[in-house]
């Protein structure tokens, strides 16, 4: 459970009791979904393309690239 969602849950305990009320967890369940929609939009927002910028051995120095003769394994 996340900070908030327990945040939530605990905002909806009455006092003396153990447990949060069923509005404290449908809260937090609506939160952590919230959530992890933002967090999927914000990948899928920010995935580079295959090829846009992938770094090939041209584009490395010369002092990173292989010996002549040696693979890179």
């Known amino acids: ?3 908030s969602g327990g945040t939530r849950t605990s905002a909806h305990t ?3 009791s153990t447990f949060p009320t069923d509005t404290g967890y ?5 939160l ?3 959530a992890m929609g933002v967090t ?3 990948a899928l927002t920010l995935r580079r393309a ?3 910028t992938t770094t090939g051995p041209a584009d490395l120095p010369e002092s990173s690239r292989p010996a ?6």
């Open 14 to 16: 009455p006092a003396g």
């Open 1 to 3: 459970m996340t900070a």
């Open 32 to 34: 952590g979904a919230a």
């Open 50 to 52: 295959p090829d846009s």
């Open 68 to 73: 002549k003769g040696h693979r890179a394994v």
């Open 40 to 42: 999927v939009v914000a």
């Open 26 to 30: 449908a809260t937090a369940s609506w």
